[in-house]
């Protein structure tokens, strides 16, 4: 096994070109003791994932290059960390690689699908505002959406909105999904959505838009719960997690592949293809969330009815006001 601590640190060293004191810099970048920083150099402690990735979006070096397979094919991370590149560019890339992996499991005979939830991946849903809103708030965070624009003023390139509708396509012939979800899933989309609305990005109309495609998702939301399926037949299996998940992490088995999404940061996931190290230790903790956590597919579990109901509630403060809302719990 590749010792990663070392290759990290004559990265940061070779990339400053000697410049940085390895040990002042894990102690800035990290807020550690210098004792912490020395044990993370003698490899005494292993840097986290969420470590590296820091340090490579820091000072701009290659996660693939870094942490190459011995074969120097495979690389176990995917992750768009070229500055120059623009962030259309780099968010139409994260839909076709998303794209790429349902494909793959689309043409294979055993795929198993397990996902740890706590906001919405609207990338693979149908909903043309709330997509457009996930795509603003990826542009936003690169700083290249200025506040004196306004919601309604920005169009979704039709390449990208091409890329969301493919996505739509493969997500919906997806089977057997197993996933924990915690209270947070519907309140993390609505805390971004009055968040922008106070910011006066986003008018009323758009609220109401907005509003109405979360009533909609609401409702199939429910009928997942109710029945296990969807509409194509596909089943789902949910599990309410008594502990707020620290973000979103899917994992896919497909005949002798695997991908694993992790959403270090909210914007934008690391992907880690076929690296059986990543594979365990995720799925280890995927599997501990559902150890910690109550089923609540084709039950009427009292987690799922109050967590159903306190969605629709937050869906409705949005804009009490609206007369199209009609209640379905």
């Known amino acids: 096994m590749k010792d990663y601590n070392t290759i990290v640190i004559n990265e940061i060293i070779r990339h400053s ?29 292993p840097f986290s994932i969420e470590e590296i990735v ?12 870094m942490l190459a397979s011995k074969s120097g094919n495979n690389f ?44 919405i991946p609207f990338r693979f849903l149908p909903y043309q505002s709330l997509f457009k809103l996930d795509y603003c708030h990826y542009i936003y965070s690169t700083g290249k959406i200025s506040l004196m624009t306004v919601f309604s003023d920005i169009e979704v390139p039709p390449a990208v909105g091409d890329l969301h509708d493919k996505a739509v396509s493969c997500y919906g012939c997806l089977k057997d999904i197993t996933c924990v979800v915690d209270n947070m899933l519907f309140s993390n989309t ?21 509003q109405a495609e ?13 029945n296990g399926k969807n509409g194509s037949g596909a089943e789902y299996v949910f599990y309410y997690s008594f502990f707020n998940l620290e973000s979103n992490i899917i994992f896919l088995e497909y005949d002798n592949n695997t991908a694993l999404q992790m959403w270090i940061y909210p914007e934008s ?7 059986a190290l990543m594979n365990d230790i995720q799925k280890k903790w995927i ?13 009427t579990d009292v987690h799922q009815i109050e967590m159903l109901r306190e969605a629709y509630r937050q869906t409705l403060e949005l804009m009490p006001q609206n007369p199209a809302v009609v209640s379905f719990l």
């Open 17 to 45: 070109q000697g410049k940085i004191n390895p040990v002042d810099y894990l102690m800035k970048m990290f807020s550690v003791s210098k004792e912490t920083a020395y044990r993370r150099i003698r490899n005494v402690i």
């Open 54 to 65: 820091a340090i490579a979006e820091d000072i701009n070096l290659s996660i693939d290059q």
């Open 76 to 119: 176990p991370f995917n992750k768009n960390l070229n500055v120059g590149q623009e962030p259309v560019a780099i968010y139409s890339d994260l839909i076709r690689e998303d794209i790429e992996i349902m494909e793959g499991m689309l043409a294979s005979k055993d795929v198993k699908i397990t996902a740890a939830m706590n906001s």
């Open 190 to 210: 609505i805390k971004k959505i009055q968040y922008y609305r106070q910011l006066k990005f986003i008018s009323d109309d758009d609220l109401r838009i907005f």
């Open 214 to 226: 979360l009533f909609e998702l609401l409702g199939k939301y429910d009928g997942l719960l109710r």
């Open 269 to 275: 996931p690391v992907l880690i293809k076929n690296n």
């Open 287 to 299: 599997d501990s969330k559902i150890r910690n956590s109550k089923l609540i597919t084709k039950t």
